[in-house]
């Protein structure tokens, strides 16, 4: 930059803050932000993941010059999971943004609304409101590969052994952070609950008793449940394992959704905690695109990871695998739309005309490491499935075969909750007439 | 010179007692409003309007209420953000219980929960004094935030837990919910506002604020020239918390368009409080002031090191937004503890006696 | 009736039936309470020498944990890093003194409040920006603090005791003996008490306050070290730590803000009184969570009848 650019940006800049326009991007860089949050109370659970997607877009950067000839800007905004924030981080991305990437449960839902009038998709991968699968309803919102409710549905077809029926009589404890994003399994586990005739005990996690959970675990103790399933994320996680290996609660009777499921929280309990559970749509394992990761950023010096050890973890190849959902949504609207450059009227269709197969994970360098789905318009979501993974006093391994959530059992629920959710907003617009191909 | 003062004279004490005593400060209010109402919607971006402007007003309002309060009547509070909460909350039962309720009537009854609560919360007051009282009235910002999680009618048994606001319609013109334009939103916080600190500055001038000043004085002094202290904070008490309710209710409104139970929580009440402190207490322009300092801070530092061709991760500019705060607070109550408004008044001073020093 | 029964009756019906439970409940309750008594004691301390009311002791807390961790991390042996975080406190002690207690001496006691705030977010911010603001562990072993579990069988049930809460329990204990001894037989203690009694008296024999304000915030950061180490081997060390300041700030109105003997009582009382209110009430009849908020209540309603707190000295108020 030289100088006088340099005093232009700043007098751009001034501009900016006291409310003349917007600095604009130059023109042949996609721009992908990404709502991180690298500092907080939830920064451990986040940054492995976030590294990952980092890295990911980086090395295709580095490696094949971006997408399709065209670089892809992934800069990040914080947001501390704060959700006021991350609102905030939405309003000053979006004008060139041709993705908004949440990031939280909370965020997600409050620029839900907002995406449509902006026509800016969401990408909210493994998160989000899971109703969000009903394109007809949500067409501008996504969240491959598996929704909240295909989480539930799964881990509760695990502990039954495929037999929801076995759960009659038994009792289940559901540890949640007291937040939009833990809330979220509720529904479906309710309406489960009521079904199968097993008794469901909700236990919140206020966001600042993540770190002493002395009082949930006092009434795990006293409920007894046959099975604890947590929906926990950042420092919940770390707090209700070592309450659980504290209280001693038998660690193969604890499940925890994939964001409870980061090495990091397991790596200090080491032997103590082994047999716990985690359900996951990505495994870990030696993956060429890990490879290529490596060779390409880390080695260059371009990574946020800390050490090469660390992208082995489970979080940090999960955000590769979220970032890959995002490049293929644009390799297919490029494809579709035969440009260079897209925007995020294509990319949308690129989303939602996602088609992850085997030969394509193969080709990626990442075969096996995600299961193959394809959305749809009606279909948002993909409902690939996940594994049960396992620690083992070390590390995660995978622990069953691929799990498929029960769809017959979510579809109704998702149909009803969005079509709530359009009459509670209304006027909602719905596909609002974009085309369905 | 511009602020010359000679020839202007006063014949009568209602002209001497008057709000602008010179006539370049209602010039120079003139100004301001011409601005506010005309100048900033032609010129400013989307992202002004939804990161600077409206932001500016809603806090401005917010601190204006505590400042009735804190400023006037001497009665630390450390639960704002706890009455805003009640205040959004009741304007979002309000609008979905009866539908075709004026948003504007909303609004305006809205402002009636959160003062009766601020009155119930205000009651040990008049046993408790001082730093007792500001810790009864984080009582009042736990529980009410507590309460807002716990209690699902408040939010519609929303799955989520949030309050998310439909679109309304203020004749035939919509003004909350997405597809509401943010000058629309903008003019009407900036009505609320004007007619709400039209109305305080009056109230502050007049017998409540001269009853309130007494007591934040010395209240033991105050009862025995006969002021009915109970009367003089629970007013207080009603008035902060029917102003800081509805800016509560703007808030989620007319900016956000949502809420979670934990935007009410404590890092907002003490947003408020900074910027009541900075700004100036007991005054109301110090409001402004404040608002307007600690709004920009963290975006012109979002801005900075970009324009300098720095990378700076914007985890790290949150650190130092706090460390700058955190600093200016303390800078300020030794350098000038009336704050920005004192400062304000300073710079007129020298100007009214300009170019002599004294 | 039922309600009533269930409300009334019923839990204490538990509490006989599961005493086991009931023990493991009293001994949670307990062991948070002697750090919310740590945090309060440091209130206390300033607050006494001073009139000062230090907002900023939570976080002070959080950020001596953090020094101690960060240190370590950087290859800084244990035995070493504690006394380098000592002299951390003490910097950071005589800097509050230099940079904001003395320009803002006679002020009201609101603003001295406030600046208080100020440092608050300070030092959040500086703590975040120096050692990030992710979560970390802290360094239990290497501080020799014992990480078993004792068990005890009463009553045919089981009560587990972790060591290292154990081991708070106890350097609690010294530390609050040590604190009472300085105060009591020291010179520099007795200052500290003459200062609190009357500062213009004590200033007049010659006591000089910006020593004793030093000390008395370094001695502060000890105490505030100490909560650190026993809460960050609990909970792992954190910015969200900061919340468990707030609870101190109910034990103050309890136990009123200028005894030692209060911050200690009300801290223990408000530990097990809120772990039995939420989980015997809280948890079956609202919600649970009722902990954030239930100390305050609770001392909203003593202050009430007693607007000095249960052993502040009575206020006597002069026009």
């Not at chain 1, 950042?234 to 980061?262: C, H, I, Q, Y």
């Not at chain 2, 948003?103 to 730093?131: D, H, M, T």
Request: charged share 15%; with cysteine.
């Amino acid at each position: 930059m030289t100088k006088l650019s340099k005093i232009g940006a700043l007098v751009a800049a001034g501009g900016l803050a006291l409310g003349i326009g917007v600095t604009s991007v130059a023109a042949e860089t996609m721009y992908t932000p990404n709502m991180s949050y690298r500092t907080g109370p939830f920064a451990a659970t986040g940054i492995p993941l976030m590294n990952g997607q980092r890295d990911y877009v980086n090395m295709l950067n580095a490696r094949d010059g971006g997408v399709g000839g065209v670089m892809v800007d992934f800069e990040e905004c914080e947001t501390g999971y704060n959700t006021n924030k991350g609102v905030e981080c939405y309003e000053k991305t979006k004008a060139n943004a041709i993705v908004t990437q949440p990031w939280s449960t909370g965020i997600t839902l409050q620029v839900l609304p907002r995406t449509n009038v902006d026509r800016i998709p969401i990408l909210a991968p493994g998160y989000g409101f899971s109703p969000m699968s009903d394109g007809n309803t949500f067409a501008w919102a996504f969240n491959p590969p598996v929704s909240y409710w295909d989480g539930a549905s799964m881990i509760m077809n695990f502990i039954s052994d495929g037999d929801m029926n076995s759960l009659k009589g038994q009792k289940i404890a559901l540890l949640h952070l007291d937040h939009p994003f833990g809330k979220e399994p509720l529904p479906l586990l309710e309406q489960y609950a009521e079904e199968y005739d097993f008794e469901l005990v909700p236990i919140p996690v206020g966001l600042k008793e993540m770190q002493n959970q002395s009082a949930q675990w006092l009434q795990i103790r006293r409920e007894r449940p046959d099975w604890v399933v947590m929906w926990g994320w950042g420092a919940m996680n770390a707090g209700a394992l070592t309450e659980a290996v504290k209280t001693r609660f038998p660690m193969d009777k604890f499940v925890g959704v994939w964001w409870s499921g980061s090495d990091d929280d397991l790596i200090p309990l080491g032997e103590k905690a082994k047999g716990y559970k985690s359900i996951s749509w990505n495994v870990p394992g030696d993956y060429p695109v890990i490879d290529a990761i490596k060779e390409h950023v880390v080695d260059a010096g371009n990574s946020m990871v800390e050490e090469p050890a660390d992208m082995d973890k489970v979080f940090y190849q999960r955000g590769v695998v979220m970032s890959m959902f995002l490049v293929e949504g644009i390799k297919a609207a490029q494809e579709h739309f035969d440009v260079g450059a897209v925007n995020a009227e294509q990319l949308r269709w690129g989303l939602e005309n996602l088609n992850i197969t085997d030969e394509l994970l193969e080709e990626l360098g990442m075969a096996g490491m995600t299961a193959p789905f394809q959305t749809s318009c009606s279909n948002h979501t993909g409902h690939g499935g996940a594994w049960m993974l396992e620690w083992d006093g070390e590390k995660f391994v995978k622990a069953s075969d691929l799990l498929k959530p029960d769809r017959a059992s979510i579809e109704p629920l998702e149909k009803e909750k969005a079509a709530e959710y359009a009459e509670n907003n209304a006027p909602w617009p719905g596909r609002d007439g974009l085309p369905c191909e | 010179m511009l602020y010359r003062t000679s020839g202007q004279f006063k014949t009568t004490y209602e002209s001497d007692q008057a709000l602008f005593p010179v006539k370049q400060d209602a010039l120079l209010l003139g100004v301001i409003l011409l601005a506010a109402y005309v100048v900033f919607p032609l010129t400013a971006s989307e992202f002004t309007f939804k990161a600077l402007l409206v932001p500016v007003l809603i806090y401005s309002l917010a601190a204006m209420g505590l400042n009735i309060l804190t400023g006037y009547a001497g009665q630390l509070s450390l639960g704002t953000a706890g009455f805003m909460g009640v205040g959004a909350y009741a304007c979002y039962k309000l609008t979905t219980i009866f539908p075709e309720m004026n948003v504007v009537v909303a609004l305006a009854l809205s402002g009636f929960f959160s003062a009766a609560v601020g009155v119930a919360f205000g009651l040990p007051s008049l046993r408790i004094k001082g730093f007792y009282l500001a810790i009864a009235t984080l009582a009042s910002q736990f529980f009410l935030v507590w309460l807002f999680e716990k209690w699902a009618w408040l939010y519609n048994y929303n799955a989520s837990g949030a309050i998310e606001v439909r679109t309304m319609e203020f004749f035939g013109i919509v003004i909350t919910g997405p597809t509401a334009t943010p000058v629309t939103q903008y003019y009407f916080v900036l009505a609320v506002v004007t007619i709400i600190a039209f109305a305080m500055i009056n109230l502050t001038r007049g017998r409540y604020g001269r009853m309130w000043k007494a007591v934040r004085d010395m209240d033991i002094a105050a009862e025995l020239v006969g002021i009915n202290l109970m009367r003089a904070k629970l007013t207080a008490f009603a008035v902060s918390s029917y102003v800081v309710g509805i800016a509560g209710a703007l808030l989620v409104f007319f900016w956000k368009g949502a809420a979670e139970p934990n935007l009410f929580d404590i890092p907002l009440s003490f947003q408020i409080l900074f910027i009541a402190i900075i700004g100036g207490l007991g005054s109301i322009i110090g409001n402004f002031l404040g608002a307007i300092l600690l709004v920009a801070l963290p975006v012109i530092l979002n801005v900075l090191p970009d324009t300098l061709g720095l990378t700076i991760n914007s985890a790290t500019m949150e650190h130092v937004n706090d460390m700058i705060v955190g600093a200016l607070i303390i800078t300020f109550l030794i350098v000038e503890p009336h704050g920005l408004a004192r400062f304000w008044a300073l710079i007129r001073e020298k100007l009214i006696i300009w170019p002599y020093p004294h | 009736m039922e309600t009533l029964y269930n409300i009334l009756i019923d839990p204490f019906v538990q509490m006989y039936e599961a005493p086991d439970f009931l023990m493991q409940v009293l001994w949670e309750g307990l062991v948070s309470g002697v750090l919310y008594a740590l945090i309060a004691l440091g209130f206390v301390l300033i607050f006494k020498s001073s009139r000062i009311f230090n907002f900023a002791q939570g976080i002070m807390v959080v950020f001596a944990a953090l020094t101690l961790v960060g240190l370590h991390e950087n290859g800084v042996p244990a035995w070493l890093a504690v006394p380098l975080t000592l002299g951390v406190m003490y910097v950071l002690a005589v800097g509050i003194e230099r940079v904001v207690l003395r320009p803002l001496v006679g002020q009201p006691d609101i603003i001295l409040f406030m600046a208080t705030i100020g440092v608050t977010l300070f030092l959040i911010g500086f703590g975040e920006f120096v050692f990030g603001g992710e979560n970390k562990v802290m360094i239990t072993e290497a501080l020799g603090i014992p990480t078993g579990a004792l068990e005890f069988n009463p009553f045919g049930g089981f009560v587990l005791i972790e060591e290292k809460d154990l081991t708070a329990v106890v350097m609690a204990v010294l530390l609050v003996f040590a604190l009472i001894t300085f105060l009591n037989y020291s010179s520099m203690g007795r200052a500290i008490r003459a200062l609190g009694d009357d500062h213009q008296a004590a200033l007049s024999v010659g006591i000089s306050l910006s020593t004793i304000w030093v000390i008395v915030w370094f001695i502060a950061g000890v105490i505030a070290l100490a909560t650190g180490i026993v809460w960050g081997a609990r909970a792992g060390v954190s910015f969200a730590l900061e919340v468990i300041a707030y609870k101190a700030l109910p034990v103050l109105m309890l136990g009123g803000l200028e005894s030692v003997s209060g911050a200690i009582v009300g801290g223990l009382a408000i530990g097990i009184l809120e772990k039995l209110f939420e989980i015997y009430w809280g948890q079956p009849f609202l919600g649970g969570n009722t902990e954030t908020w239930f100390a305050f209540i609770l001392a909203l309603i003593v202050l009430l009848f007693r607007p000095q707190g249960l052993f502040g000295e009575r206020i006597i108020e002069r026009v």
